[in-house]
Nanobody, 124 residues
């Protein structure tokens, strides 16, 4: 079992930055692929970014590529999402998720554990 707790959300102006953190319980954090998803009001949850556990390869949705950076610190059992140049359309609840899979998934079904989410609001 893995428990995930997100933090770092808040209100920011367009063009600003936020860093989300996701703290994980469990001694095998280093063997999980970690993903970030978001869900805006009235929309489906969508993939944002992910990072593998073997070589730390990263994956991004086209909408955030070049603005967001995902990273992990296995010593701290934490994964981060650095969000720069934020836009109003980035407003959503952001969720981190953990996957057992060796091939890093970019779909919701590929993840086994989910956090409760943290809210990000970007004002124009």
């Amino acid at each position: 079992q893995v428990q995930l707790v997100e933090s770092g959300g808040g209100l920011v102006q367009a063009g600003g930055s936020l860093r989300l953190s996701c703290a994980a319980s469990g001694r095998t954090f280093g063997r999980y692929a970690m993903g970030w998803f978001r869900q805006a009001p009235g929309k489906e949850r969508e993939f944002v970014a992910a990072i593998g556990w073997m070589v730390g390869k990263t994956y991004y949705a086209d909408s955030v590529k070049g603005r967001f950076t995902v990273a992990r610190d296995d010593a701290k059992n934490t994964v981060y999402l650095q969000m720069n140049s934020l836009k109003p359309e980035d407003t959503a609840d952001y969720y981190c998720a953990a996957s057992h899979r060796i091939v890093v998934p970019t779909d919701l079904e590929g993840y086994d554990y989910w956090g409760q989410g943290t809210q990000v609001t970007v004002s124009s």
